[in-house]
């Protein structure tokens, strides 16, 4: 099975609008870590932004939030006030307890920033 | 600066000739691991090493091989690669006290 579903290929968003985009996880660990990266066209990664499975509160970094449900097992970005510059690849990753340098990643989802 | 570094970033090759791709890291970290990103399937790590000479399988290692003889330094061989090896690869560095991974810029390599 998928560690990491992201069903979402690609997005449109308008300028300045709210997006979410979906991640999904599997693991039967009580303790993981769950991550977004961002790949803007020029390749690099871009870390923004970590939940751990026991934190009680939404992680937030900025215009970032991570919408974590962890009965539901999901991990949603949201991105506040969408600008042109977050068009980008966006990754969705987790890391198990059992192995801090296991990391599973999903597919990707591509984000439009329409002006 | 804090950087990862990966050289060559670009490569054309063909099939069968041995080539190393390196992989280099400034910031102490015991944490190494070497991905490939192919379109619409992510990013999978190919090999990880905890530490100097710990390395360990990741989910497709087949046809590659690293070495960890320095904390710093953690180079990704491909001993008779193949057009299936076509790829973006990436190496990555992290630290236990620290949540994220730093990626180094990327290497294209095209084999032909």
């Known amino acids: 099975a998928q560690k990491i579903t992201q069903t979402q290929p690609g997005m449109f968003v308008q300028e300045k609008e709210a997006v979410t985009l979906d991640c999904t996880y599997d693991?039967?660990?009580?303790?993981?870590?769950l991550f977004w990266y961002k790949q803007p066209s020029s390749g690099e990664m871009i870390f923004l932004i970590y939940q751990g499975s026991y934190d009680e509160q939404n992680a937030t970094e900025g215009r970032y939030s991570l919408n974590f449900q962890k009965a539901r097992k999901s991990a949603n970005l949201v991105i506040s006030a969408s600008q042109l510059g977050d068009s980008a690849m966006y990754f969705c990753?987790?890391?198990?307890?059992?192995?801090?340098?296991?990391?599973?990643f999903g597919s990707g989802t591509k984000l439009n920033v329409k002006p | 600066e804090a950087q990862v570094t990966q050289n060559p970033r670009y490569l054309i090759t063909v099939t069968g000739k041995k080539l190393t791709v390196t992989c280099s890291q400034n910031?102490?970290?015991?944490?190494m691991s070497w991905y490939r990103q192919d379109p619409g399937l992510g990013l999978r790590q190919i090999y990880y090493s905890m530490n100097v000479e710990v390395t360990d399988k990741g989910d497709v290692p087949e046809g590659y091989k690293v070495s960890r003889k320095e904390k710093r330094n953690f180079p990704l061989i491909l001993e008779s690669p193949s057009p299936n090896q076509t790829s973006l690869y990436f190496c990555?560095?992290?630290?236990?006290?620290?949540?994220?991974?730093?990626f180094g810029p990327g290497t294209r390599l095209t084999v032909l």
């Open positions: 910031m102490n970290h015991e944490y």
């Open positions: 990753a987790m890391r198990e307890a059992g192995n801090f340098n296991k990391f599973y």
């Open positions: 990555a560095s992290s630290a236990e006290e620290y949540n994220e991974q730093f």
């Open positions: 693991t039967s660990d009580q303790s993981y870590g």
